[in-house]
């Protein structure tokens, strides 16, 4: 089980700010290619994302248990 | 509140903050408040919406302090953000760094507000008369060249 996290337009893409996939083993590339192509996410390939709440790259392996969040360009301050 | 640097959804107290990085060895302590502005090029904002990535918000923000460490000698940082509705003149962000001297705290609030516009997941959105949207960075992107922070935004120095 990976939760997948969603934040600002992705989250309104999305309609809710969590999903949990069953997978494990797999790269960033494939989550996103492989199991979030359903949704609407156009803008996805234009976020950051962050495994474990570190940031992360497409080759990076996801491994069951842990939480990838996606992080469109962040606007603070 | 025990935490150096936190996310909230209530109103930030400034004197918080500054109390966190206030001690003997401090002959400053700067504050940066960040506020909500009404107009922006002519467009009239009736509110802002920030949401965050709190847990990840909360250690990128404690990244920030560190790496102010790093680069200036003796530096104690503290740095809240709120989240949640906003109106017009509040505050979204307090940041206070105490060093010996003037200059260091200067300049290492300055760089604790564009490091936030980098790396902490917090987004703004905007509430206009006529519609909302969800701000980009800083340089009004709405998307990342790369995945990535680019590298020079990754690192300490």
Redesign the interface.
């Known amino acids: 089980m990976i939760d997948v996290?969603f934040?600002?337009?992705l989250?309104?893409a999305v309609g809710k700010g969590k999903i949990t996939i069953e997978a494990d083993g797999i790269t960033?590339k494939s989550l996103k290619t492989n199991f979030l192509s359903d949704y609407n996410l156009e803008?996805i390939?234009?976020?950051?994302?962050?495994v474990n709440?570190e940031?992360?790259?497409?080759e990076t392996i996801i491994k069951s248990g842990d939480t990838v969040?996606f992080?469109?360009?962040?606007?603070?301050? | 509140m025990d935490k150096q640097f936190w996310i909230t959804d209530q109103i930030i107290d400034v004197n918080e903050c500054i109390s966190k990085v206030t001690r003997a060895e401090a002959g400053a302590i700067n504050t940066f408040i960040g506020t909500v502005r009404e107009f922006t090029k002519g467009k009239r904002t009736v509110y802002l919406e920030y949401q965050a990535y709190a847990s990840m918000a909360e250690k990128k923000l404690a990244q920030i302090g560190e790496e102010i460490a790093s680069k200036w000698e003796n530096t104690e940082t503290s740095i809240a953000h709120r989240i949640g509705r906003l109106e017009i003149s509040d505050i979204a962000v307090v940041i206070a760094v105490s060093t010996p001297h003037r200059n260091d705290a200067f300049e290492a609030s300055r760089y604790a507000i564009e490091r936030i516009k980098e790396i902490v997941p917090i987004w703004k959105k905007e509430h206009w008369e006529n519609g909302t949207l969800w701000i980009g960075d800083q340089k009004e992107n709405i998307s990342y060249e790369k995945s990535m922070p680019k590298k020079e935004d990754m690192q300490n120095d």
Not at chain 1, 45 to 50: G, P
Not at chain 1, 55 to 58: H, L, R, S, T
């Open positions: 996290l934040f600002a337009e989250q309104e960033v803008n390939d234009h976020a950051m994302t962050a709440e940031y992360a790259e497409e969040a992080i469109p360009p962040v606007s603070g301050g």
